[in-house]
C-alpha cells in the first residue's frame, strides 16, 4: 500500500508540522498534541473541546475556529487522545465560562475524555460532556457501548459553537450541543476498506463486487455486506435505516460525506437521491454539506447525516464560522 509519509511512527508528528505550516490561524502545540485558536482563548467564554484518533481529517482540528471548536486533540491514527494531552487542551482554552468536551462514542474517546474532565474539575475548571451517538448502524459495535459517534459530530460542533460565541453559559451551550446529537442520525456505506499506516494493509476485505452496509469510520462491521448496487440504492438503503429510527418532517440539515477515497462528483450523485427521497416523502432540505468532513483514511464510500432543524438550530447554522474546513459568513 503506497503512502504519502515519512515513517509509520511519524504520521501525527509530521501532519501536526503541516497544519502549523499551513493554518496560522491555528496555534498547534507539538508537544502536547493538541490544536487551539491563535490568539489565547476569548475571556469568559464557554470553550469547546473535541477530539479522537487522527485518520478522520479534517475531523477535529479542521474544525478550530471562530464558531466552532477553540481546541481539538488529535490521537494517533484511530487511537483516541490520552488524558493528560486533553487536559492540556482543556486548560489551554479555558478562561472562565467552562469548557464542552463534545466527544464520538468510542469507548476510548469516553474513557479518556472523562479521565481529563475529572482532572480539570480538580484544578477549579468547569466541564460539561455531550456523547455523540448518532450512527443508526448498530446499537453495540466493536469499540463502543451503545451508538457509534459519527456525523453529527459536525453538525454539533457548528450549532454549539455559535451559541457559544454569542456568550451563552455552559449549561446552555451543552444543551443545544445535546439537542443537536438528539436529532440527527448518520448511516455509513463502504465500497474499499481503508488502510492504517502502522499496518500496511487494509483493516478489512471486501470483494471487487461487495459493500459493507452501515460500516464505522474505523472500518468497523456495519449491518450486513451486499453486492455493489447503484448510488440511488444505496441512498435509499442509508435513509430508510435513518427514517426508520427518525421519522422526519420538516426542515432538515443533510451531510452527504465522503470517507477520503469518494470522489466529488459521486457525492453529489449520492446527494441527488438523497434529495429525491426526502422531498418525496415532504421532507425540506434547508441546510446541506457535500464533502469530505469526517473521513477514514483512503476509504471509498459514503455517510449520509440528517438532522432536524428548528427555527433556532438553523440560525445558529447560519451563524458566521471560520476555520480551515466550514467557514461562510465573515
Known amino acids: 500500500m503506497k503512502k504519502l509519509i515519512n515513517e509509520p511512527d511519524q504520521v501525527l508528528s509530521d501532519a501536526l508540522r503541516g497544519v502549523a505550516a ?12 493538541y490544536v487551539a485558536r491563535a490568539g489565547g482563548p476569548t475571556p469568559g ?9 487522527s485518520g478522520h481529517e479534517p475531523l477535529h482540528g479542521g474544525f478550530v475556529g471562530y464558531g466552532m471548536l477553540d481546541a481539538a486533540c488529535p490521537g494517533e491514527v484511530f487511537t483516541s487522545p490520552v488524558p493528560d494531552q486533553i487536559l492540556a487542551a482543556t486548560k489551554a482554552v479555558s478562561s472562565g465560562g467552562g469548557v464542552l468536551h463534545i466527544v464520538k462514542n468510542y469507548t476510548g474517546d469516553v474513557l479518556n475524555f472523562q479521565m481529563a474532565a475529572d482532572l480539570a474539575g480538580d484544578a477549579g475548571i468547569e466541564v460539561q460532556t455531550v ?10 459495535s466493536t469499540w463502543t457501548a451503545g451508538r457509534r459517534g459519527t456525523g453529527a459530530t459536525v453538525f454539533v460542533e457548528k450549532i454549539a459553537g455559535a451559541l457559544a460565541e454569542r456568550g451563552a453559559d455552559l449549561s446552555s451551550v451543552a444543551a443545544v450541543a445535546r439537542e443537536v446529537n438528539e436529532r440527527s442520525r448518520s448511516f455509513g456505506v463502504a465500497l474499499t476498506a481503508c488502510t492504517v499506516p502502522a499496518n500496511g ?37 442509508s435513509l430508510d435505516a435513518i427514517t426508520s429510527d427518525l421519522p422526519l418532517s420538516g426542515d432538515v440539515a443533510v451531510m452527504v460525506n465522503g470517507m477520503g477515497g469518494t470522489p466529488l462528483i459521486e457525492l453529489y450523485i449520492v ?47 447560519d451563524a458566521p464560522v471560520e476555520t480551515p474546513a466550514l467557514r461562510w459568513g465573515r
Not at 22 to 33: D, F, I, K, Q
Not at 45 to 53: C, E, M, Q, T
Not at 131 to 140: G, I, P, T, Y
Not at 201 to 215: C, H, N, T
Open 271 to 317: 446527494y441527488a437521491a438523497v434529495a429525491d427521497y426526502l422531498k418525496a416523502r415532504g421532507v425540506t432540505i434547508a441546510r446541506s454539506l457535500v464533502g469530505n468532513y469526517i473521513t477514514s483514511l483512503e476509504m471509498a464510500g459514503c455517510m449520509v447525516t440528517v438532522g432536524k432543524l428548528t427555527p433556532q438550530l438553523t440560525n445558529l447554522w
Open 131 to 140: 456523547v455523540v451517538n448518532d450512527d443508526v448502524a448498530v446499537e453495540d
Open 22 to 33: 499551513a493554518h496560522p490561524s491555528l496555534a498547534v502545540n507539538s508537544v502536547e498534541r
Open 45 to 53: 467564554k464557554v470553550a469547546l473541546v473535541s477530539g479522537g484518533g
Open 201 to 237: 494493509k487494509p483493516g478489512f476485505e471486501l470483494a471487487d463486487d461487495e459493500i459493507e452496509l452501515g460500516v464505522g469510520i474505523h472500518g468497523e462491521p456495519g449491518r450486513t455486506r451486499s453486492k455493489l448496487v447503484s448510488a440511488k440504492q444505496i441512498a435509499e438503503i
